[in-house]
C-alpha cells in the first residue's frame, strides 16, 4: 500500500450532512412556535430508490428530463457547490417542497408551519457548507453518471475528501415552467431522502410541542430533553468532539437509542480505531435496518475490517445499483480485495477503466495496489510515475517498503530510477 488510504474511507457516513443539516434547521424553527397539532393520516411511506438504469426508458414520459439537459444541470449543480454558492443552489434544489414534503401526514397547525418553513430559506446555506469538505480539491464532488428511476432523471454525484470520507448524493430531477431543478436529495450514508430524514425529526419535535400545550407535564419535559439530546450530539459530530456525542448517546432512553438517525449519529462518533466498539455500532445498525439503502456503504467498512471479501462484493452490488456503477468505486472495491488475496476478482472488477481520467490521486493508488499484488510491473510503473508527474508524489526507497519485493527486483522498477538520474 503505498498510502495506507485503503480501510481509510469512512463509508458509514462519517459527516452525515443531511442528517446534521435536519436537526440544526428544525430546531432553528421551533424558536417561537408555542403551539402544535397533529392530525391521524394514513401511513407516511418513506420515500426510495428504485435501482438505477443507465439508459432511458424506451417509453419514457415525453416531458421527462433528457440526459442532456441533466448533464447540463449537473454542471450548474457541481459549480455552485465549488463556488459555495448558496444563492444557485437554493434555485437548483427545491428546498421549499422538501421542507412542506417532510411535513405531509404529521401536522397541520398554521402556525408551526410557517415557522417551521422559515427554516428552509437557510437551507441552501447550511447544505454548502456541509459539504464543503469534500469540494476543497479537485474530484472531490463530481458526478459520477446520470441514470433513471421509475421513469424519472437522476444525477448522482460522489463525494470523497482529503480523509477518504465517501458518500453519494442523488438528485431527482423535474421540468417546472421549462426550467430543469431537482425535488428531491437523496443520500447515500442515511439511506433515505432529505424529507424523511427532516421528517424523523420533526415528528419528535411536533410530539414535544404537542405535550408543551398540556402545559409542560412530564412527558413534554422528556420529549424537549430528547429532542434537545439529539441536536447537541449532531453538534458534538460537527465539532470533532465525538467522546462527547457518544456520552450524549449512552445517556439516552433505550427507545431513542434505536432511532436510525441516533443509531447513525452513533456510528458517525465512534473511532474506527476501536475495532470492537465500531463494528458492535455497525452491526446493531444493520439488525435494526436491513433493508435500508445505507447498509451498502457501511457493510464495506465492516467487510474490510473483518477481512470478509464476500461481503465486499455484496456490498459493492448493493452500491452499484444505487449508483448506476461508480468506476472510483470499482477500483476502491478491486484494491480491497487484491488486498484480502483476491487478486484475480480485484483485476476483473477495474477491467476497462480508464484510471487516468480520474482527478483523484486515490484512483491511481487503488489501481497499482492491484498491480503490485498481481505482479503486473507495466502497470505499477505507469501508476507510480503518474502519482509523481501528475500529483507530485514523492517516493521513500520503495526497496525497504511492503508489498514491493516483487516490483524491486523487475527492470521496470531500474526504469523508474533511472528516470531520476
Not at 465500531?278 to 475490517?305: F, Q
Request: net charge negative; hydrophobic share 45%.
Amino acid at each position: 500500500m503505498l498510502r495506507q488510504c485503503f480501510v481509510m474511507w469512512s463509508a458509514s457516513g462519517r459527516l452525515l450532512p443531511a442528517s446534521v443539516l435536519g436537526v440544526c434547521l428544525v430546531h432553528a424553527a421551533l424558536v417561537g412556535c408555542n403551539q402544535s397539532s397533529s392530525t391521524p393520516a394514513t401511513p407516511h411511506q418513506p420515500l426510495t430508490l428504485a435501482p438505477a438504469e443507465t439508459s432511458p426508458p424506451q417509453n419514457g414520459d415525453p416531458g421527462m428530463v433528457t440526459q442532456d439537459e441533466a448533464i447540463a444541470f449537473a454542471d450548474k449543480w457541481a459549480e455552485a457547490i465549488r463556488l459555495g454558492d448558496a444563492a444557485q443552489v437554493r434555485q437548483l434544489l427545491d428546498f421549499q417542497t422538501i421542507f412542506i414534503r417532510s411535513l405531509e401526514g404529521v401536522i397541520d397547525d398554521e402556525e408551526f408551519r410557517a415557522g417551521y418553513l422559515k427554516g428552509a430559506d437557510g437551507a441552501a446555506d447550511n447544505f454548502v457548507r456541509t459539504t464543503s469538505p469534500y469540494v476543497g480539491r479537485p474530484g472531490g464532488y463530481e458526478l459520477v453518471r446520470v441514470v433513471y428511476r421509475d421513469g424519472q432523471a437522476h444525477a448522482v454525484f460522489r463525494l470523497f475528501d482529503d480523509q477518504g470520507r465517501l458518500n453519494y448524493h442523488d438528485l431527482r430531477l423535474v421540468r417546472e415552467r421549462d426550467a430543469v431543478l431537482a425535488d428531491e436529495l437523496f443520500i447515500a450514508a442515511t439511506g433515505e431522502a432529505f424529507s424523511d430524514t427532516l421528517r424523523v425529526v420533526v415528528s419528535t419535535a411536533v410530539s414535544s410541542q404537542n405535550s408543551f400545550v398540556g402545559r409542560l407535564s412530564g412527558q413534554a419535559v422528556a420529549e424537549m430533553k430528547r429532542l434537545e439530546n439529539q441536536v447537541a450530539i449532531s453538534r458534538a459530530i460537527q465539532l470533532g468532539n465525538n467522546d462527547e456525542a457518544l456520552r450524549l448517546y449512552n445517556a439516552l432512553p433505550e427507545d431513542m437509542k434505536k432511532f436510525k438517525t441516533v443509531m447513525l449519529y452513533r456510528i458517525a462518533a465512534t473511532p474506527v480505531e476501536d475495532e470492537a466498539a465500531y463494528l458492535k455500532a455497525v452491526e446493531e445498525y444493520v439488525a435494526e435496518y436491513p433493508e435500508d439503502a445505507s447498509v451498502g456503504l457501511i457493510s464495506m467498512d465492516v467487510a474490510v475490517m473483518r477481512k470478509d471479501p464476500e461481503m465486499l462484493v455484496t456490498a459493492h452490488h448493493a452500491m452499484t445499483s444505487w449508483t448506476g456503477g461508480d468506476p472510483f468505486l470499482d477500483l476502491m472495491i478491486g484494491a480491497n480485495l487484491a488486498n484480502l488475496g483476491e487478486i484475480e476478482a480485484g483485476e476483473k472488477m477495474v477491467e476497462g477503466i480508464d484510471v487516468d481520467a480520474s482527478e483523484l490521486l486515490e484512483a491511481q493508488d487503488f489501481r497499482a495496489t492491484i498491480s503490485l499484488a498481481a505482479n503486473d510491473h507495466d502497470e505499477t510503473l505507469l501508476r507510480l510515475r503518474v502519482m509523481r508527474d501528475r500529483f507530485g508524489l514523492e517516493f521513500a526507497d520503495l526497496s525497504t517498503a511492503e508489498g514491493f519485493e516483487e516490483f524491486v527486483q523487475s527492470p521496470q522498477y531500474q526504469e523508474l530510477l533511472n528516470d531520476n538520474r
